[in-house]
């Protein structure tokens, strides 16, 4: 699994990835891109299975894990694509993805995880995610549980601005990479800002 998280609020979406790819031959890949801002106001980040995260993207990624160009997609459309596909890959059970559609839907930000788990199918599902008022904000993770935690006590030390989010990101990752095998140190981040 990789490590996706995200921070959605009145004033922003930032997404936020590290970037080890593990092959199937063993191998590591670093600097692997999970993370696309694929219009103005939709991003997605990928955590599990790349092949698996492909299929569930495929609308929005080419083969080699590059986006695809001039997408014109609003959120709902992203999510309604992504959630189709998603359907398609819970039936026929054997796939693996944690990962996250999130944006501007015209009024404010919202997100939805994608979860399929081969080994535990019974706990797949799509969530839903969106601040309930003005000023709440709302934390995402696409991976370990710690990590979760680690990027709350980030955001207690550095703040819950879009650059204590990313300074809290880099902490979690710094520690992760003690317990979790599947993650590195290099950070991706993409941000959407309220239009004026």
Same mark, same amino acid.
């Given at each position: 699994?990789? /490590?996706?998280?995200?921070?959605?609020?009145?004033?922003?979406?930032?997404?936020?990835?590290?970037?080890?790819?593990?092959?199937? *031959?063993?191998?590591?890949?670093?600097?692997?891109?999970?993370?696309?801002?694929?219009?103005?106001?939709?991003?997605?980040?990928?955590?599990?299975?790349?092949?698996? *995260?492909?299929?569930?993207?495929?609308?929005?990624?080419?083969?080699?894990?590059? /986006? +695809?160009?001039?997408?014109?997609?609003? /959120?709902?459309?992203?999510?309604?694509?992504?959630?189709?596909?998603?359907?398609?890959?819970? $039936?026929?059970?054997?796939?693996?993805?944690?990962?996250?559609?999130?944006?501007?839907?015209?009024?404010?930000?919202?997100?939805?995880?994608?979860?399929?788990?081969?080994?535990?199918?019974?706990?797949?599902?799509?969530?839903?995610?969106?601040?309930?008022?003005e000023?709440?904000? +709302?934390?995402?993770?696409?991976?370990?549980?710690?990590?979760?935690? *680690?990027? /709350?006590?980030?955001?207690?030390?550095?703040?819950?601005?879009?650059?204590?989010?990313?300074?809290?990101?880099?902490?979690?990752?710094?520690?992760?990479?003690?317990?979790? $095998?599947?993650?590195?140190? *290099?950070?991706?981040f993409?941000?959407?800002?309220?239009p004026?």
């Amino acid at each position: 699994m990789s /490590l996706v998280q995200a921070v959605i609020c009145d004033q922003f979406a930032l997404v936020c990835g590290e970037q080890r790819l593990n092959l199937n *031959n063993g191998g590591v890949l670093h600097n692997f891109r999970k993370i696309f801002k694929v219009n103005k106001d939709v991003i997605i980040g990928l955590s599990g299975a790349m092949d698996d *995260n492909y299929y569930l993207f495929q609308d929005y990624l080419n083969v080699d894990f590059t /986006l +695809k160009e001039d997408c014109r997609d609003s /959120l709902e459309e992203v999510f309604d694509k992504v959630s189709e596909r998603y359907r398609e890959m819970t $039936e026929q059970g054997e796939c693996d993805v944690f990962s996250l559609v999130c944006g501007w839907n015209g009024f404010g930000f919202e997100a939805k995880t994608f979860y399929v788990n081969s080994a535990f199918g019974e706990s797949s599902r799509i969530t839903a995610v969106r601040p309930e008022h003005e000023k709440d904000a +709302k934390v995402i993770s696409c991976g370990d549980n710690r990590h979760y935690d *680690n990027l /709350l006590a980030g955001v207690y030390r550095y703040g819950a601005d879009i650059y204590g989010f990313q300074r809290a990101f880099r902490d979690v990752l710094a520690q992760g990479v003690m317990f979790d $095998e599947f993650i590195d140190k *290099n950070a991706q981040f993409e941000l959407i800002r309220r239009p004026e």
